[in-house]
Nanobody, 123 residues
């Protein structure tokens, strides 16, 4: 089974950009759809973005136009480029994977999860 490993979080100011990375440990990502899901303090998990095995993407309305998800199967990596960050983007960001090519926006559909990386956006 695949094990996602996130990196790239940190403390930034509003308006800044940040790129999160998700590496696949154990197996290749190429046959998995991968999503980014975040959890803000005191809130439920929230879908952010996902990319299918063949490169199709979908985004939550809250991040559309600001965030871009991409994958590099040769490097076994998935990325989340975040721009124009807002304080409300502050959360722990999780990379999650599910076998198959279809995109899912429901976090419960993802079977494999990383440990998460903290993103804090100050105003």
């Amino acid at each position: 089974q695949v094990q996602p490993v996130e990196s790239g979080g940190g403390l930034v100011q509003a308006g800044d950009s940040l790129r999160l990375s998700c590496a696949a440990s154990g197996r290749t990502f190429s046959n998995y759809a991968v999503g980014w899901i975040r959890r803000a303090p005191g809130k439920e998990r929230e879908f952010v973005a996902a990319i299918s095995a063949n490169g199709g993407t979908t985004y939550a309305d809250a991040v559309k136009g600001r965030f871009t998800i991409s994958r590099d199967n040769a490097k076994n990596m998935v990325y989340l480029q975040m721009s124009s960050l807002k304080p409300e983007d502050t959360a722990v960001y999780y990379c999650a994977a599910r076998w198959g090519s279809d995109i899912q926006t429901n976090p419960v559909k993802y079977a494999y999860w990383g440990q998460g990386t903290q993103v804090t956006v100050s105003s």
